[in-house]
């Protein structure tokens, strides 16, 4: 059974770091790309983040560059989000999703696999 397993969310202020985790099981995690998303309320899910497990590629959106740095622990199957300088506009929940492809990608249409949210709250 494949299972993501989000966590590391919370409630910090402008300026603050959080880390998020992204524990995966029931699949060969070197050959996926595991992405995080985002959701406002009334807004549409984004991508912020993506990593290949194979070659450890990366991507991050413009909004969150320079910020938030994703890793891979192949050994661990565990993708992490470091979030620093966290921003009020960063508040949302955060998914984490695999694609059954190790290449990068943004669209949430490509990723197959889905845990569920974690709440991040950045307050002013």
């Known amino acids: 059974e494949v299972q993501l397993q989000a966590s590391g969310g919370g409630l910090v202020q402008a300026g603050g770091s959080l880390r998020l985790s992204c524990a995966a099981s029931?699949?060969?995690?070197?050959?996926?790309?595991i992405g995080w998303f985002r959701q406002a309320p009334g807004k549409e899910r984004e991508g912020v983040s993506c990593?290949?497990?194979?070659?450890?590629?990366?991507y991050y959106a413009d909004s969150v560059k320079g910020r938030f740095t994703i890793s891979s622990d192949n050994a661990k199957n565990t993708v992490y989000l470091q979030m620093n300088s966290l921003k009020p506009e960063d508040t949302a929940v955060y998914f984490c999703?695999?694609?059954?492809?190790?290449?990068?990608?943004?669209?949430?249409?490509?990723?197959?696999?889905w845990g569920q949210g974690t709440q991040v709250t950045v307050s002013s």
């Open positions: 029931g699949f060969t995690f070197d050959d996926y790309a």
């Open positions: 990593i290949s497990s194979s070659d450890g590629s990366t």
């Open positions: 999703a695999a694609r059954n492809q190790p290449i990068i990608s943004t669209p949430p249409a490509d990723f197959i696999y």
